[in-house]
């Protein structure tokens, strides 16, 4: 019996969703958070918008994904 994948995971390597750096997330800097995604948005060859809506768009899905499981620091770090 093999386990099912995950839709987001699905989404995030098929999708044109960004190419992150590693464990881009786990910072607790808001700032090195946002240089990670504005660097991959700059360099990524499968974003199909501007740069700036790529990584917000990709910011937004990793918070709507976690849901309720994303304890209030990390949101409010991320946020």
């Known amino acids: ?6 839709w987001s995971a699905d ?3 098929h999708s044109d ?3 992150l750096e590693e464990h881009v997330f786990e910072s607790d800097d808001a700032r090195k958070i ?4 504005k660097r ?4 990524s060859d499968r974003r199909k918008a501007e740069p700036f809506q790529s990584a917000m768009s990709m910011l937004n899905f990793y918070i709507n994904r976690a849901g309720r499981n ?6 409010e770090v991320l946020e």
């Open 40 to 43: 991959s948005a700059e360099h």
């Open 1 to 6: 019996m093999t386990a099912k994948k995950k």
């Open 17 to 19: 969703a960004l190419d």
């Open 34 to 37: 946002a240089a990670s995604l």
């Open 70 to 75: 994303l304890p209030e620091e990390r949101r």
């Open 11 to 13: 989404v995030t390597e």
